[in-house]
């Protein structure tokens, strides 16, 4: 409750006249109406980019599953403010695809800048939700169906994409608030969005653009709330798991025969755009001028972002599960509204969440304070995992264990907790990578001299020192792949 109360404070630190002028601002219903377009848009493609990328990794015969399961999610190792700058870079007379091929593209900006750089960026949070939930299914259920008649793409249809349900509405969800409180994408694309407003009116030092840009986040927070209302009455009696005996087999992989190829070329394309293009970037910076005295400061960036990631991480795995659990276990209005606390605190606008930690606590000088702050930002992030595995547990299992003498916690914890660990360890990794790359909390919360790759990407690209950004912005990539990897080993198990 700080930072909304911090938002509060300062939206109604105004008379009258003012307080009426701030709300019902034409430029507030312009930034709506251009946040609303891009977020719907980038919800969009993401399910055209990321639900066929998740069938196939998980039910096809492809071979090599594994790393385009890897590649496939490693777009959440890119800062966002890096692929909007990729873009950005392959158009125009002087831009990469015109020094590579002799001919320029248009320069991608605006609208269709913002919305194909958010796209490729947010696609991860969709394809790691829908692959959990994917492998988690009962394949009882695909058989039985196939054995009543139902082809293939009847069995997706009628079988697969409703259980799918709550790993679709946790990952929009999450995509959604991203959208809502990114700046640097749409800063870098000249996008005016409520998150752009926010950035500008909070560089402004003055006391009535602080105000103006409290409103603006209170109305972020509003537009979440109905998000929110709209998730919580769509899973609302939401039933996958078995509702019968038997035993699950192993999962039969669907051969795809004269589509192999083609299976092949959507996962290598879905890669060259959404990594291939700005780790392009990045090694061009590389040979455009890179020193080797540049690498000085890369180590301890690197042991900085990953003291504040691996906790983190942990931290929100563990403390997603329950709030998952008592909003499916025990559904009613209140443990709903519990459930989605961590969504409301995501959508404050990190700025905005940051600076009201700095106002209520006065100090900074302690990395505790940035972690409990990751923590508390990235637990939505988490959250939709661990809530999807939930949906897929059957609750006769502890019930089962309670009448065997079994008390409520080893309940859990031998029956339960086991079919949790699948959606734990891609929570784990999504909010690892994104506390890799984080940049508004780190930025301000870090204690004086501490060192992450991420503000250093941003100091760097700041000044236009592209070839100094770029061994932070490869370490950041490169890391975060071999972190992911073993978890989708795991996951798959």
């Known amino acids: 409750m700080i930072p909304l109360g911090y938002l509060i404070a300062k939206a109604f630190d105004l008379e009258g006249t003012a307080l009426v002028e701030n709300l019902f601002r034409w430029r507030n219903a312009n930034l709506f109406l251009n946040t609303l377009l891009l977020t719907v848009g980038v919800l ?26 890897v590649l496939c999610a490693l777009p959440l190792a890119i800062p966002g403010y890096v692929m909007a700058y990729a873009l950005l870079a392959l158009g125009g007379n002087n831009g990469i695809f015109a020094a590579l091929f002799g ?86 694309m000249r996008y005016e969005t409520f998150s752009y407003a926010l950035y500008i009116e909070y560089n402004i030092y003055t006391p009535s653009a602080h105000n103006y840009a409290a409103w603006l986040a209170l109305i972020l927070l509003a537009f979440t709330g109905c998000l929110l209302y709209l998730e919580t009455r769509l899973l609302s009696k939401t039933v996958l798991h078995r509702a019968g005996h038997g035993t699950s087999r192993h999962r039969t992989l669907i051969p795809l025969h004269r589509w192999k ?16 293009i700005p780790a392009g970037t990045v090694f061009l910076w590389v040979f455009r001028g890179f020193e080797v005295s540049a690498l000085n400061g890369v180590l301890e960036a690197l042991v900085g972002s990953v003291g504040i990631a691996v906790p983190s991480a942990v931290g929100c795995a563990v403390f997603a599960v329950p709030f998952a659990y008592i909003g499916v276990r025990y559904s009613s209005r209140f443990s709903n509204t519990l459930a989605r606390i961590p969504y409301i605190i995501y959508a404050i606008p990190p700025l905005a969440f940051a600076l009201s930690i700095i106002f209520f606590l006065g100090s900074r000088d302690t990395i505790i304070v940035l972690i409990s702050a990751c923590i508390l930002h990235f637990l939505a992030e988490a959250t ?7 949906y897929q547990a059957s609750p006769h299992l502890e019930e089962a264990a309670r009448s065997l003498g079994c008390s409520p916690i080893q309940a859990f914890f031998r029956t339960l907790f086991p079919l ?32 992450t790759l991420a503000v250093n990407v941003w100091d760097y690209t700041g000044e236009a020192m592209f070839a100094q950004a770029a061994p932070y912005a490869f370490v950041i990539l490169i890391f975060s792949a071999l972190f992911i990897s073993p978890l989708i080993h795991k996951d798959e198990a």
Not at 44 to 69: M, N, Y
Not at 426 to 447: C, I, Y
Request: charged fraction near 15%; aromatic fraction near 12%.
């Open 384 to 390: 939709g995992p661990v809530r999807s595995s939930l």
């Open 44 to 69: 969009i493609v993401d399910i055209l980019l990321a639900t066929p990328a998740a069938w196939l990794t998980t039910h096809s015969d492809l071979r090599g599953k594994r790393i385009f399961s």
């Open 261 to 276: 190829r083609a299976g092949y070329l959507y996962l290598s394309l879905l890669f060259i755009a959404t990594v291939g």
């Open 420 to 451: 949790l660990t699948r959606g734990m360890l891609t929570a784990t990794a999504l909010v690892f990578l994104a506390t890799m790359k984080e940049l508004p909390l780190t930025f301000l919360l870090r204690p004086p001299e501490y060192e």
């Open 103 to 188: 001919k320029s593209i248009p320069r991608l900006s605006g609208y269709w800048g913002a919305l194909i750089a958010l796209s490729f960026y947010t696609s991860p949070y969709l394809f790691l939700n829908l692959r959990s939930a994917l492998l988690g299914l009962d394949p009882n259920l695909e058989e039985s169906a196939r054995s009543l008649g139902c082809r293939q793409f009847g069995v997706f249809i009628h079988v697969i994409l409703p259980q799918l349900r709550p790993a679709f509405y946790a990952a929009g969800l999450l995509i959604c608030l991203h959208v809502l409180g990114d700046f640097g994408v749409v800063s870098l």
